[in-house]
T-cell receptor, first 114, second 113 residues
Framework: EDQVTQSPEALRLQEGESSSLNCSYT??????LFWYRQDPGKGPEFLFT???AGEEKEKERLKATLTKKESFLHITAPKPEDSATYLC???????????????FGQGTILTVHP | EAGVAQSPRYKIIEKRQSVAFWCNPI?????LYWYQQILGQGPKLLIQ????????DSQLPKDRFSAERLKGVDSTLKIQPAKLEDSAVYLC???????????FGEGSWLTVV
């Protein structure tokens, strides 16, 4: 069974204080690892997909990296508007023409204080 | 481009009552998903449709939950009878054919009292 564990559960940063969120996973065959951002009362918003170990993707102050067992979401010089829950999910290789389901972790609640 | 539309946004019902949620995916998206998100947890897949056929419903509590996607476009998720533990956000999502990025709606918040 696919499993995703995120740490820490909650992270409080001062504005400008860089840090990283961790996503550890086990999956039978990885098709993709996804990062989403979720604001209170909203649905998850897509950020990145990573496909193979060593891959990196960047968007503004966020950079996602992938190894064979875990992914990191690095946040550089965060601002209060980066406060949200960050969700990690894995998608296993599926047969046929459809893609497999996403299995999510529980999320990391990030709070950035001004 | 319009996003995934869901209604109602909020619903409060008593246990043993029934409720239905509606979802209209992004235009042209072949795959539609219903996820359940309990407070403090990540979303969990309930059912996945490819056009109007079911691909995965292994985690759908079929004694009380049902879902349909007639004509391969919009979808309805029904709960009957509801239990207290069904209190959650029900997220609808969709993805285009041949693309594995999934786009979520705002969710339908259910409180069972």
């Amino acid at each position: 069974e696919d499993q995703v564990t995120q740490s820490p559960e909650a992270l409080r940063l001062q504005e400008g204080e860089s840090s990283s969120l961790n996503c550890s996973y086990t999956v039978s065959g990885l098709r993709g690892l996804f990062w989403y951002r979720q604001d209170p009362g909203k649905g998850p918003e897509f950020l990145f997909t990573l496909y193979s170990a060593g891959e990196e993707k960047e968007k503004e102050r966020l950079k996602a990296t992938l190894t064979k067992k875990e992914s990191f979401l690095h946040i550089t010089a965060p601002k209060p508007e980066d406060s949200a829950t960050y969700l990690c999910a894995v998608q296993a290789v599926a047969g046929g023409t459809s893609y497999g389901k996403l299995t999510f972790g529980q999320g990391t609640i990030l709070t950035v204080h001004p | 481009e319009a996003g995934v539309a869901q209604s109602p946004r909020y619903k409060i019902i008593e246990k043993r009552q029934s409720v239905a949620f509606w979802c209209n995916p992004i235009s042209g998206h072949a795959t539609l998903y219903w996820y359940q998100q309990i407070l403090g947890q990540g979303p969990k897949l309930l059912i996945q449709f490819q056009n109007n056929g079911v691909v995965d419903d292994s985690q759908l509590p079929k004694d009380r939950f049902s879902a349909e996607r007639l004509k391969g476009v919009d979808s309805t998720l029904k709960i009957q009878p509801a239990k207290l533990e069904d209190s959650a956000v029900y997220l609808c999502a969709s993805s285009p054919q041949g693309v594995n990025t999934i786009y979520f709606g705002e969710g339908s918040w259910l409180t069972v009292v």
